[in-house]
């Protein structure tokens, strides 16, 4: 057994495990907690999909231009 093997064991029994407890009865607590737990988890996923569908739709002579910008001399402010 290497040390780094015995290291993470240690992190994860240590830390790891009495604060995931901790969350858990924290949680537990708090009245309606799952519906705030799925609402946040859902709009980070809305938000995730909806920038990946703006990058795949985006005309990319605009991106271009866009990253090009900083580079370009010749425009005034």
Known sequence: ??????????IVTS???PFKAMF???ISKIP?????MVGSFVTFLAFF???GLYLVLVD??????MSRMPLDESSTD
Request: aromatic share 16%; charged share 15%.
């Open 49 to 51: 999909i909806l920038v």
């Open 1 to 10: 057994m290497n040390g780094l093997t015995h290291n993470s064991s240690f």
């Open 60 to 65: 990319k002579t605009y991106i271009r231009q």
């Open 32 to 36: 309606g907690a799952d519906v705030y």
């Open 15 to 17: 830390f790891i495990i």
């Open 24 to 26: 858990k009865q924290f």
